[in-house]
């Protein structure tokens, strides 16, 4: 059976970048990619294995 994933954006605070990652990254989020929003400044895509 293939994984199944969910998926989240995470706007990205310039100073707190690291903190924000290491915080997702501990609760089971993956960094999949960092682009420049909307707006001024930073989104973060990251994805986690779903529950089955």
């Known amino acids: 059976?293939?994984?199944?994933?969910?998926?989240?954006?995470?706007?990205?605070?310039?100073?707190?970048?690291?903190?924000?990652?290491d915080q997702w990254?501990?609760?089971?989020?993956?960094?999949?990619q960092v682009i420049q929003g909307p707006d001024i400044g930073l989104v973060a895509y990251l994805k986690r294995p779903k529950d089955a």
């Open 1 to 21: 059976m293939a994984t199944q994933w969910e998926y989240a954006t995470v706007p990205l605070i310039i100073h707190a970048t690291k903190a924000i990652l």
């Open 25 to 32: 990254g501990a609760d089971g989020w993956e960094l999949v």
